[in-house]
């Protein structure tokens, strides 16, 4: 049956501009990265030098996990929306359902992620955003990867990175090791923290540039 809605979205294929523009070899925006991923019960993301991660609500847990990592993309997109407006977006998952369908406006398997898919581009479309996805390995996705599944300290603090730049590296130069830091809040690339957190470190693949317990290692020889 052919409904007014049906109608409505077939036009758009009378437009000869629709159908000849293409796709652009390079795109004239501003590129910019946000990195997603979920969990059962909470999401994270990442876009520059700024984290989110949320708990998902009683009525989100019970959804697909396919439609779960969609609908954080989308919440990912409206929480940085300052930074995404008139840019092209590059989106990274390691969801290739949400790739697929974001990258496709849509799809023929699922009514809800075609839904959920065209209120998304909708979204980005009024406000100049074009994302496109691509596919990352789940293990190389470790920043969302814990957003989405570890649960902070809420008594874990850091300053403002342009507090930090200008406030105290301007003054007193940039210092070499972050002390009593993690992966997390840590403003250099070399950082110490505390036996335990060494520990998780570890197991989660973010002790690249992790010295060891803060209070075993030599402090002199450089600014901490």
């Known amino acids: 049956m052919v409904t007014p809605a049906l109608v409505q979205d077939l036009q758009w294929w009378n437009s000869s501009h629709n159908l000849t523009t293409g796709r652009p070899f390079q795109y004239q925006y501003q590129s910019t990265e946000v990195q997603t991923n979920v969990?059962?019960?909470r999401?994270?993301?990442t876009c520059a030098d700024l984290q989110i991660h949320q708990t998902w609500s009683p009525q989100e847990r019970?959804?697909?996990?396919?439609?779960?990592?969609?609908?954080?993309?989308?919440?990912a997109f409206r929480a940085f929306e300052p930074l995404l407006c008139g840019k092209m977006v590059?989106?990274?998952?390691?969801?290739?359902?949400?790739?697929?369908?974001?990258?496709?406006?849509g799809g023929t398997q699922s009514l809800p992620?075609?839904?959920l898919t065209l209120r998304f581009w909708e979204w980005c479309l009024t406000r100049n955003i074009f994302p496109n996805t691509i596919h990352i390995m789940s293990q190389e996705n470790v920043i969302p990867?814990?957003?989405?599944?570890?649960?902070?300290n809420t008594h874990e603090?850091?300053?403002?990175?342009?507090?930090?730049?200008?406030l105290l590296c301007c003054r007193w130069g940039h210092p070499v090791i972050d002390?009593?830091?993690?992966?997390?809040?840590?403003?250099?690339?070399?950082?110490?923290s505390q036996a335990e957190c060494n520990w998780y470190c570890s197991r989660a693949g973010l002790g690249q540039h992790l010295l060891g317990n803060v209070f075993s290692i030599n402090w002199k020889g450089g600014l901490v």
């Not at 019970?62 to 919440?75: G, Q, R």
């Not at 990867?145 to 902070?152: E, I, N, P």
């Not at 002390?179 to 110490?192: E, I, R, V």
């Open 62 to 75: 019970v959804l697909h996990i396919n439609m779960l990592e969609l609908l954080a993309i989308f919440k």
């Open 179 to 192: 002390l009593f830091a993690t992966p997390y809040n840590k403003k250099c690339s070399w950082y110490c």
């Open 43 to 45: 999401w994270g993301a």
């Open 157 to 166: 603090w850091t300053l403002h990175q342009q507090t930090f730049k200008f």
């Open 90 to 105: 590059q989106l990274i998952t390691d969801n290739t359902t949400a790739l697929f369908y974001v990258n496709k406006q």
């Open 39 to 41: 969990s059962t019960t």
């Open 145 to 152: 990867d814990k957003l989405s599944r570890h649960t902070y």
């Open 113 to 115: 992620l075609l839904h």
